[in-house]
């Protein structure tokens, strides 16, 4: 039995009905040719259930004492797993658009997993047009962060379209034989259990074990006051219609755009890859509240993870430090707002310079828990230390597998908290990068229109940087337009 | 606003991620000729979103104070009610089979609903084969209670497969048309109002409002300890692995049997329809214990609502008083099994006629509220007061249509608990007896079996009778038969 760390903790102690801890996301794949759906689906689920052991923490469940979780928690294997109970198959309704999908992913997204059993469920969903089927799959966040996701996703993908899995991507097997292929290839990943450890070591360094919130909010409230203007979240964050207590009902969305695109807008403002990632979304956030709510005189704030180990390298799989970056979104004109985001990155990543590797590390805790860092300072829903979350998750970039199936698409399905109704995430991968918007249903209506404005805002920036108009729109782009005109 | 009756509040408060207290069936409905299912779908549920004024509880949401629900509680009409969010489209996996749809409906009734909307759900539910479509509801017990949800069920359908709604069964018009076409028809019916009311007639009775709990506890003990051997569940009720811990997880099958075949049996027996169900019931369990748990040496004993008012009429829509029914499955002989359950039934009728009315009104709330009858006496799983519920709900005799689409069969989807793992609920529809069976997934394994354990104890009653076979199969039954074969 292996016991759960105070974060692990934090993530089930936290959860609520209105709140659920778990991350997920959506991928989108093309059956091979000549291949029947429902077969090849109930191959893929055959392939799934091939499990002689399960890789953590898939075949765990949560144990605890009399006391609960205010007690140790451990995770101990799940003697009577019934695999079809995490296995599910699901169909969209006529005439399976995205909008159909979309639809049953934001109400997959807004359940609570079952806690008597391991905490994870994997859906192949039927139904879709032209030849494509989802998966959408959740996991709760105290089994499982970020960086682990991706790897279990690689694990599973081949770049090779005729490779066939024998074993579950679920089990230790497979994940045994591709951390074999790794080899040196990544010198720089952490794997779960590292990951994992900071938290302990945190917890010995901050406290003796009593009251880790108190310290992490000691210690944000200490980053708050310290690395400048840009650095003061809480005096400087506007109330906003996005930052408001949640309920239990969830809005989800995707689409992908060309990783091209947006990285000549980037080089365009002398800027990043993710500068210009930064300037789409608050372009778009500027256009949302104009338009379904109220803009807020003060820009809005976002937290965004950096890397900060290598400046400018984009493809690093370690972003490891979290920055709040201010949006611009009090600025009309494109240019100026880029402009504005990209100085308050900077000054975000010269901050981390100055910073011990412990207190770079506690950083990439904080990442693995928006909610945990909130939740402490007791300011959720009343006065946030910053307004959205987004995320820009390094991903595989060329075109991967399953079995066969081509992926088309990954789309993150994160967490929203009360107070911060809303989170982009997205992932690049292949030509594309693939965004996944999570968000309250009832605090942010109609959430579908921030696809269109983050178009608009593309468009803007490429306006503004005097671009010619791309000529070829992206397939996944072309079929999200259809959808949003349905 | 209207206050919340500590009945209601108790729902609310006794629920938990492992016990939703929410109710609600699957309907089977065929598509009349000559439509597209698509549009037929989509013309319901535009019908069902037709609403100016909702009638009570579907527009309203719960409102507490500060104290939360340990304070008072209201409903209060939801300013913001997103109609979409509770009107839901659906659709099966191939093949569409009942097999898919019961586990489609397993996952749906294991969700909680979001308390911060009215709440209740509705799924159209299409991809079943041979032109039917499904439609599951669920509702908060806390919101509506059996009584109503029948009366409701009536209000949206009609006897002439030419009708056509344009109101909204959902809508104030509709049920207060459906009313006045009521008359004096259904004298005895007590309304949703006058049934709650008796809930707060009893708290003023025997708490100053305090502790209903403990009132209800002490009643409760008396009605065990008062009508002879038969009358002490707590004494007498044996463990079985039906009586266990619930989780969060469901499996619900379904299945029709004709009105007749079962009626036969209790003639042959000199017994009611209702001790014939129990005893086919009882049949299932025994063989289902025997063979994939262990039956216990003490028969199984069962919550049962009885009608005490007319001795002998099976067909009266008032069934007010609950009793403890001897299972008898410690009997193997079909024959002698049926007498003991009627003779235990019989015992529970004569107990009542030395009751006050207000005191078979308290039994009519206690059959409203299995989990608020178990919950304050604190032996739950460990000394359940009795091992299963098997509840039989007068329906329409007569097929009934939803705007053309005729109505096959109506299945009840009931609330388990702790220690009371499994739900048997059937309500009688136009010449059939559709039975709706709830499990905790876990505790119940394979529970789909008590389908055919139901079919071969009724054919052990029949034998045990002298009856000849029946010829002539029902088609829902030559359906099942398929399913539990595929």
Known sequence: ?????????????TETRETPMHVGGVSLYTLPEGVNEREFLHGLADNLRNVDEFLSPFGDRLKTGPLGLAGPAYWEPDPALDID?????????????????FNLVSRLHGTLLDRNRPLWEIHLIEGLQKRQFAVYSKTHHA??????????????????????MKDSPLSLKLWEDYRATLGREH?????????RNVADRLKARFDTGVNVYGALKRFTQAWAGRGGPLMLPFLKVPRSSINTSVDGARRFVAQSWPFDRIRTVGKAFDGT???????????????????HAELPEVSLKAMVPVS??????????????????DLATNIEDPGKRFAAIQASVRAGRAFYQNMSPAEVQLFSIALQAPAMLLMPLGLASRLPPYNTVISNVPGIREPMYWNGARLDGSYPASIVTDGIALNITMVSYDQNVDFGIMACRRSVPQVQRLIDYMEQSLVELEDAAGLAKPKVKSKA????RKKNTA
């Open 477 to 480: 782009k072309r079929a999200a």
């Open 1 to 13: 039995m292996k016991k759960l760390n105070f974060l692990d903790t934090g993530f089930l102690l």
């Open 85 to 101: 109970y995490h296995i599910r198959h699901s169909a969209l309704p006529k005439p399976g658009r995205y909008r159909e999908l």
């Open 187 to 195: 010198p720089a990943d952490l794997n779960d259990d590292e990951l």
């Open 143 to 164: 089994a499982v962060d970020g960086a682990r996701s991706i790897h279990l996703a690689r694990a599973m993908l081949s770049a090779n379209p005729k490779a066939r």
């Open 308 to 325: 900060v180990r290598q400046e400018g390298d984009i493809d690093s799989s370690n972003a490891v430090a979290a920055i709040s970056a």
């Open 273 to 291: 890859f993710n500068d210009a990632v930064l300037a789409m979304c608050a372009g778009a956030l500027r256009l949302y509240l104009e338009k």
